[in-house]
RNA sequence: GUCUCCAUCGUCUAGUGGUUAGGACAUCGGGUUUUCAUCCCGGCAACGGGGGUUCAAUUCCCCCUGGAGAUGCCA
């Protein structure tokens, strides 16, 4: 039997980390298996569906280079594969098993359930959820209630007595009584679009869903799920809920965590290839060993017994190791072709950027490579070259420990050998300048940090002389010049 | 409240009835370097508690504790 996973995501906000996690497992272990990786659109909560929800789902899965076997856009011999557009067939399978017994119509309004459940809270009742007030109507109250008009709902009959068992892959059995089952769950909702409960079973009956992974949020249905597949008679499909993915207080992920949303990490610069290397890791792993996988590589290797069982907290810190890792990976070309976005946001260069431009960035690549951690740090980080700076101030243009006048010296000996630069080489200068700390005393650092400062405005920066470079001599040389001025003033004031 | 699940360094994890309990991130220290970063070397750091079973439990069983999730006409 081939194996038949799905991700069945509904469209009611941005995919988020927890979400592609769960498609990324289906995905591999479809992949590993020789199977098929099914997607499906529920969308049968018609207030919280959107269309933007789509297109980020869609965008999304592209950006990681997740292609689905069957689903919307690429079809398949079970779809439709959009539940709205399989709202028939929920209404037969609910009123099968209405007419057998299994289900009933709830006449009960929102209100009335609003109230009940705050008056359970209140007593802090035992009985929590529905009191099954519509189970037991007799054939003369139903009548009544669909004469006058009332809306209905339809409920699961869940059974009073006994329990209710399930095999998960990872979890081993799980039971519940039938009594500590959600009390008779809606079905189908009163603008007739059925519940997620209803419209996976039915789904994933008719796909052929063989195995389904899932959070283990949904372990509490897994019981009503198996009830509800033995109510239609069907054969149950092999289970396995993933772990899910909390946020650093050991709550679930959201928002208030940092970004969640996929979309934002890729804003932000963060490469695919990181992002799905590293949520990979959280709840699987191969060995003690390894830590780097392609996609490629993990729609081989992945593997169900190599899943966790316990929760796992996603650490920003350590995503952003990977992300530095896959940038240090790229080839300069590659590189600058990602960054140009970022250049252009910043204004740095035109949109689209000229051949002169496209250059420079190639020539900046190398510089940064190895400082980026994601693709936006390269905005702050060559500001300077792009941009007029300010003046540095006095206190900034010091090195630790060193006073104005000598620095003074040493930035204007540096300058004369500066000047020199492009008859006489990066090499000869630089021995130059260290011999200059040498005459003066002081350390290397004392005549090369006021340097920095001066061309780059900060204590931090690319090498310097390529950052001379790329500046451009004449621009380099005149915040020199502004910041020997800079010095000479406040050693003359002194 | 009730139900279900989970439990190895701060975090992700490897692992075994007998191990100096291994790796990675983070952190700290050192080296390379004109800064930062990269890179290299090293340090700190874990089997939640109590009972069993056993010659021997981190490993198997039970209880407790702790954490999480579910308890919707959301998925």
């Given at each position: 039997m081939t194996v038949r996973v799905r991700y069945a995501p509904s469209p009611t906000g941005l995919q988020h980390i927890g979400g592609i996690r769960t498609a990324l497992f289906n995905y591999f272990f479809a992949r590993a298996q020789k199977g098929k990786f099914i997607l499906r659109i529920e969308d049968t909560d018609q207030e919280r569906s959107s269309e933007e929800a789509l297109e980020d789902l869609y965008a999304t899965l592209e950006w990681l280079g997740v292609e689905w076997d069957e689903g919307p856009i690429v079809g398949g011999p079970h779809g439709p594969y959009v539940q709205s557009e399989r709202f028939e067939l929920y209404q037969e399978y609910a009123e099968k098993l209405v007419s057998e017994g299994k289900a009933y119509r709830c006449y009960c309004t929102s209100e009335r359930l609003e109230k009940l459940r705050a008056e359970q809270i209140a007593n802090k009742s035992e009985q929590q959820g529905y009191d099954r007030h519509c189970r037991d109507l007799t054939q003369e109250e139903r009548a009544a209630l669909e004469q006058a008009g009332i809306p209905s709902v339809i409920r699961l009959k869940v059974p009073l007595e006994g329990k209710t068992t399930f095999n998960d892959l990872l979890m081993g059995p799980i039971t519940r009584r039938n009594c500590d089952i959600s009390p008779d769950p809606v079905l189908l909702k009163s603008d007739r679009f059925p519940t997620y409960h209803l419209a996976n079973v039915i789904d994933d009956h008719m796909m052929e869903v063989t195995h389904i992974m899932r959070a283990q949020e949904w372990i509490p249905s897994g019981p009503l799920h198996i009830l509800l597949y033995e109510a239609f008679g069907w054969e149950t499909p092999t289970y396995c809920h993933l772990p899910m993915v909390m946020g650093s207080d050991g709550q679930k992920l959201s928002k208030r965590h940092g970004s969640t949303a996929v979309k934002d990490f890729r804003r932000e610069g963060y490469l695919p290839e990181a992002l799905l290397n590293y949520v990979s890791m959280v709840g699987w792993s191969y060995d003690s060993e390894r830590e780097f996988f392609t996609k490629d590589e993990l729609c081989e290797l992945f593997s169900l017994e190599k899943i966790n069982k316990s929760p796992g907290i996603f650490d920003y810190k350590k995503l952003l190791w990977y992300n530095g890792h896959y940038i240090r990976e790229k080839s300069d070309a590659e590189l600058a072709k990602l960054l140009i976005p970022y250049l252009e946001a910043s204004s740095f260069i035109k949109s689209p950027p000229s051949q002169e431009e496209i250059k420079r960035v190639n020539e900046i690549v190398p510089l940064v490579k190895e400082r980026l951690k994601v693709l936006s740090d390269v905005t702050?980080?060559?500001?300077?070259?792009?941009?007029?700076?300010?003046?540095?101030?006095?206190?900034?243009?010091?090195?630790?420990?060193?006073?104005?006048?000598?620095?003074?010296?040493?930035?204007?000996?540096?300058?004369?050998?500066?000047?020199?630069?492009?008859?006489?080489?990066?090499?000869?200068?630089?021995?130059?300048?260290?011999?200059?700390?040498?005459?003066?005393?002081?350390?290397?650092?004392?005549?090369?940090?006021?340097?920095?400062?001066?061309?780059?405005?900060?204590?931090?920066?690319?090498?310097?002389?390529?950052?001379?470079?790329?500046?451009?001599?004449?621009?380099?040389f005149s915040r020199i010049e502004r910041a020997i001025n800079i010095l000479e003033n406040e050693v003359h004031n002194e």
């Open positions: 702050e980080l060559t500001r300077f070259l792009f941009e007029e700076i300010a003046p540095p101030q006095v206190e900034e243009l010091l090195p630790k420990k060193q006073d104005a006048p000598t620095t003074l010296k040493a930035l204007k000996g540096a300058y004369g050998y500066l000047k020199e630069l492009e008859v006489e080489g990066v090499e000869a200068v630089e021995a130059k300048l260290m011999e200059l700390a040498n005459t003066l005393e002081v350390k290397v650092n004392g005549v090369f940090m006021p340097i920095r400062v001066a061309v780059t405005g900060s204590h931090v920066s690319p090498p310097l002389f390529d950052s001379i470079r790329l500046l451009g001599y004449e621009k380099a």
